[in-house]
């Protein structure tokens, strides 16, 4: 099945630093990947649409300034939070469907990144 | 009204009972719902997929989906113990090759020994 692999799985970082999270998809090509953030016991909010080749696709609120996404690749995105602070640590998830499967196909979850900001 | 709506939870089922888990959604344009499983700490994992109105069927596990009533449900028989989770409703809001898909906030399911 398809493979999505999300690195790191944790990170610790000061407040004010930045942090880049991969998001790889091992076994299919992905014109889209997906970023999403859950706080404790709260579901999965869409962040962003990642696109291949063009810029991503901020959802309402969330500032894409703060919250770099680059698509350089089918097989790669990645998310940099930048000057993080306190409040974003959360859980950074990443989501990609196959290019090759059905536009309404499943997506396939990376492990997920914990960060923390002290 | 939120997008996708789920009863939070949390659902008690004693342990080879049936649990049944149900979704609203709100447009009615959606064309493909998804159940996913998620333990605490972790990634949701894919349980099961669903397209056209009726049930699907997957081992243990029933997707019904009426389109009409814009309902979609999760059926688990001879619940486990290692069924408990959260069990998160998604639905592809949008027909198109980029489409999002959107969470609800989740069931929490607890199958009692």
């Known amino acids: 099945g398809a493979v999505v692999s999300q690195h790191p799985s944790r990170v610790i970082c000061k407040s004010g630093t930045s942090v880049k999270i991969e998001c790889r998809s091992l076994?299919?090509?992905?014109?889209?990947m997906f970023w999403y953030r859950q706080f404790p016991k709260q579901s999965l909010m869409l962040m962003a649409t990642?696109?291949?080749?063009?810029?991503?696709?901020?959802e309402q609120g969330v500032e894409k300034d703060k919250f770099l996404i680059n698509h350089a690749s089918l097989t790669l995105s990645t998310l940099t939070v930048t000057s993080a602070h306190p409040e974003d640590s959360s859980f950074y998830i990443c989501?990609?469907?196959?290019?090759?499967?059905?536009?309404?196909?499943?997506?396939?979850f990376g492990n997920g990144t914990r960060l923390t900001v002290t | 009204q939120k997008e996708v709506e789920q009863n939070s939870g949390p659902l008690s089922v004693p342990e080879g009972a049936i649990a049944s888990l149900n979704c609203t959604y709100s447009d009615r344009g959606s064309q493909s719902f998804f159940w996913y499983r998620q333990y605490s700490g972790k990634s949701p994992e894919l349980i099961m997929f669903i397209y056209s109105n009726g049930d699907k069927e997957d081992g243990r596990f029933t997707a019904q989906l009426n389109k009409a009533s814009q309902y979609v449900s999760l059926l688990i028989r001879d619940s486990q113990p290692s069924d408990s989770a959260t069990y998160l409703c998604?639905?592809?809001?949008?027909?198109?090759?980029?489409?999002?898909?959107?969470f609800g906030s989740g069931t929490r399911l607890s199958i009692r020994p």
């Open positions: 076994d299919f090509q992905a014109t889209t």
């Open positions: 989501s990609a469907g196959d290019r090759g499967a059905l536009d309404n196909s499943p997506l396939h």
């Open positions: 998604a639905v592809n809001m949008s027909p198109s090759s980029a489409s999002k898909i959107i």
């Open positions: 990642s696109n291949e080749g063009s810029k991503a696709t901020y």
